[in-house]
Nanobody
């Protein structure tokens, strides 16, 4: 059974930092491209950042560029998202996802596996 478990969310003041982790079991993530997505109340889910299977190629939403850093440790089967300079508009449920690796073209519309999410709340 494949499980993606996010952690590291919480409440933080604007300007603060959080590091999200996504620990995966039931598959080896080095066969998978992965990404972070978020959904705020009343809004559609949006891609935040994605990374190819090896970690050599990354992609970011404009809202995340310069503030967030995606990374992965395939030996630990874990995906990370370092979030700095957080803003109130970053408040959302954050999800990690995995999809079988293909030549990387950024975040995709369809993913094979999703986590349950971790809440990030940024107060201004």
């Amino acid at each position: 059974q494949v499980q993606l478990v996010e952690s590291g969310g919480g409440s933080v003041q604007a300007g603060g930092s959080l590091r999200l982790s996504c620990t995966v079991s039931g598959l080896l993530i080095d066969d998978y491209d992965m990404g972070w997505f978020r959904q705020a109340p009343g809004k559609e889910r949006e891609a935040v950042s994605c990374i190819n299977w090896s970690g050599s190629i990354t992609a970011y939403a404009d809202s995340a560029k310069g503030r967030f850093t995606i990374s992965r440790d395939n030996a630990k089967n874990t995906l990370y998202l370092q979030m700095n300079s957080l803003k109130a508009e970053d408040t959302a449920m954050y999800y990690c996802a995995a999809v079988r690796a293909v030549p990387f073209g950024g975040c995709r519309d369809e993913y094979d596996y999703w986590g349950q999410g971790t809440q990030v709340t940024v107060s201004s």
